[in-house]
């Protein structure tokens, strides 16, 4: 992918957030987004290889579009000021939809790269699936967040959002109570784009999140409990 070429189109982009500029330099859009395309196509193969859930990911569904929700938001720029994608068993990457933590990585017209792995701002059934989890599987979470390749490449757990309180339902003296208290489990890094060296964006990518993976598949392992209908 021409990254050069990308983040001076994201650059020029938050500078000219406005409808008439974008449709002058849609061609610009339309080329860039064919190769972001690529890159998410590669990755899900890289990804693949130690992930086989999500193998076989439409990297088109992947893609976030570019255009933004304005309908509740304070904020009217019609445009994103990066390129996105979210990869995740069955095409599903909205918490809305289904729960299960996602890949996701996004291009700033900075020079960086975003990339990440877990469940942000999970639903509330889905959340609590997570907490019990914890509960019930404390030992194996130890083992995750000690996970050296995890920690060296992320660090710890994102706590945006963390309660000053445990949740109603939670002991105080549980073991990793300040876990439990999070409204996301998700990690995330950001690193310098190889503007000079594009051929190492998926591997450098691929490779961080196969560092995620030990938090993923204990992830995977919450299930939400049933809801019986009387």
């Not at 190769?35 to 569904?61: R, S, W, Y």
């Not at 994608?85 to 809305?96: E, H, M, T």
């Not at 660090?155 to 409204?183: C, M």
Request: hydrophobic share 40%; with cysteine.
């Amino acid at each position: 992918m021409h990254l050069r070429d990308l983040t001076q189109f994201l650059k020029e982009l938050s500078e000219n957030n406005n409808r008439p500029w974008f449709i002058m330099n849609k061609p610009r859009y339309d080329i860039l987004r064919e190769e972001f395309l690529q890159v998410v196509t590669e990755l899900i193969v890289e990804l693949g290889k130690f992930d086989p859930a999500v193998k076989f990911c439409n990297p088109k569904k992947a893609m976030f579009r570019i255009n933004r929700d304005v309908r509740f938001a304070n904020d009217k720029s019609p445009y994103k000021t990066r390129f996105s994608a979210a990869i995740a068993p069955n095409d599903v990457r909205r918490p809305s939809q289904a729960g299960g933590p996602t890949y996701y990585m996004q291009i700033d017209g900075n020079g960086q790269v975003l990339f990440g792995a877990g469940e942000y701002m999970p639903p509330p059934p889905r959340l609590r699936a997570l907490r019990r989890h914890l509960v019930d599987e404390a030992a194996g979470f130890s083992k995750v967040i000690k996970n050296k390749r995890l920690r060296a490449t992320f660090g710890d757990i994102q706590n945006e959002g963390k309660l000053q309180r445990p949740p109603k339902g939670f002991d105080a003296d549980a073991e990793h109570i300040e876990y439990i208290k999070l409204k996301s489990f998700f990690v995330w890094t950001e690193v310098d784009l190889p503007l000079n060296q594009p051929e190492k964006l998926v591997p450098l990518i691929a490779g961080g999140m196969k560092d995620a993976f030990p938090l993923v598949s204990w992830m995977r392992e919450a299930v939400e409990e049933e809801v019986v209908e009387e």
